[in-house]
Nanobody, 121 residues
Framework: QVQLVESGGGFVQPGGSLRLSCAAS????????MGWYRQAPGKQRELVAS???????KYAGSVKGRFTTSRNNAENAIYLQMNSLKVADTAVYYC???????????????WGQGTQVTVSS
């Protein structure tokens, strides 16, 4: 079993900043890609940012230049620094990890429970 726990969500005014963290624990041999997704009310879940084990990143166009993702492989953790937040960034944010649980095992996705980010004046 693999557990992902997010933290750092909350309420912030437009233009403000938040930093999300997500730590994976449990039966982990190696983690491949990790990523952040978000889902706003009435909308589909969308990719916000992803990062490979080697540190290569990818961002949704709507957050490029404002959000930065990073990871600590030794701690099985991923972070999302969100700056210049907009009302449109309001959503539940989820972290995802592509986890290999044992040598020669296939990888599978694990998801966190989500953390609410609300941007409002």
């Amino acid at each position: 079993q693999v557990q992902l726990v997010e933290s750092g969500g909350g309420f912030v005014q437009p233009g403000g900043s938040l930093r999300l963290s997500c730590a994976a624990s449990g039966s982990i041999f190696r983690i491949n890609d990790m990523g952040w997704y978000r889902q706003a009310p009435g909308k589909q879940r969308e990719l916000v940012a992803s990062i490979t084990s080697g540190g290569r990143t990818k961002y949704a166009g709507s957050v490029k230049g404002r959000f930065t993702t990073s990871r600590n492989n030794a701690e099985n953790a991923i972070y999302l620094q969100m700056n210049s937040l907009k009302v449109a960034d309001t959503a539940v944010y989820y972290c995802r990890a592509d986890v290999i649980q044992a040598w020669h095992s296939a990888s599978s996705d694990s998801w966190g429970q989500g953390t609410q980010v609300t941007v409002s004046s």
